[in-house]
């Protein structure tokens, strides 16, 4: 299997009410997509457009503070002005994805009120205007605990399967496997930030030639339930 990462160049600057869709059919016309091809696009593009930015008021730490701790459902660990949050969507992340990184000065992002509804949404605007049957993925970037260093996960999904259950059957030696499942969608969205980066101004790209599982889910699926975390 040959992988090819391709950045979707072209969507430039996007602001509140922007027509989002309309602006990634335009930009991802020049790579032809089709049918297999996996769509990522990180959230900020999606938040913004959807109107989830916030004007700063006041001190910023402060009024950071008050933001996470409003976009949280509950405060998982604190240390100094970092803060480990649960998100209404079920993620455990810093600052409840409350961030201020490529956002207009003065500003603060959020996540998506709903990222997988996000992601269908514009699976299926891009699926219409190709003909043909794609996957998305909406990112962000994590922590990740006992490891040092960023990478990005998927927080919202369509048209495919979130993890890859090996559970039953067999390695190349014919061991069974009894817990393997593979976060496939988080490996996708990793892939794809190697060509976007993260001060590049590309917000999304297009993975072509791996051979997903089709099908409906969710990005809550990646989210260990609390009675298996050993660690809260």
């Given amino acids: 299997m040959t992988l090819e990462v391709h950045p979707v160049a072209g969507l430039g600057a996007i602001?509140?009410?922007?027509?989002?869709?309309?602006?990634?059919?335009?930009?991802?016309?020049?790579?032809?997509?089709?049918?297999?091809?996996?769509?990522?696009?990180?959230?900020?593009?999606?938040?913004?457009?959807?109107g989830r930015v916030v004007e700063?008021?006041?001190?910023?730490?402060?009024?950071?503070?008050?933001l996470v701790e409003s976009e949280a459902v509950s405060i998982v660990r604190r240390r100094g002005d970092l803060i480990i949050a649960e998100?209404?969507?079920?993620?455990?992340?810093?600052?409840?994805?409350?961030?201020?990184?490529?956002?207009?000065?003065?500003?603060?992002?959020?996540?998506?009120?709903d990222p997988d509804r996000s992601a269908r949404r514009l699976k299926g605007r891009l699926d219409h205007e190709f003909g043909c049957n794609l996957a998305v993925i909406i990112s962000d970037t994590f922590g990740r605990p006992w490891r040092r260093g960023l990478t990005d996960v998927a927080i919202g999904v369509a048209g495919i399967r979130p993890i890859q259950d090996l559970k039953g059957t067999r390695d190349w030696s014919g061991y069974q496997l009894d817990v393997?499942?593979?976060?496939?969608?988080?490996?996708?969205?990793?892939?794809?930030?190697?060509?976007?980066?993260?001060a590049s101004g590309i917000p999304?790209?297009?993975?072509?030639?791996?051979?997903?599982?089709?099908?409906?889910?969710?990005?809550?699926?990646?989210?260990?339930?609390?009675?298996?975390?050993?660690?809260?």
Wanted: net charge negative; proline share 6%; aromatic share 4%.
């Fill in 87 to 113: 998100t209404r969507h079920g993620f455990i992340c810093a600052n409840a994805g409350v961030d201020r990184s490529n956002a207009q000065s003065g500003t603060m992002i959020l996540l998506p009120e």
């Fill in 56 to 66: 700063i008021e006041g001190d910023p730490e402060a009024f950071k503070e008050k």
């Fill in 204 to 232: 999304a790209a297009l993975v072509r030639g791996y051979d997903f599982e089709p099908g409906e889910g969710t990005a809550s699926e990646l989210v260990r339930p609390v009675d298996e975390d050993l660690f809260r």
């Fill in 180 to 198: 393997t499942e593979i976060a496939v969608v988080d490996e996708l969205a990793s892939a794809a930030d190697l060509v976007m980066g993260k």
């Fill in 15 to 50: 602001e509140p009410g922007d027509d989002l869709l309309s602006m990634v059919a335009d930009a991802l016309r020049p790579l032809q997509p089709r049918t297999g091809d996996v769509l990522v696009v990180t959230h900020k593009v999606i938040s913004k457009a959807e």
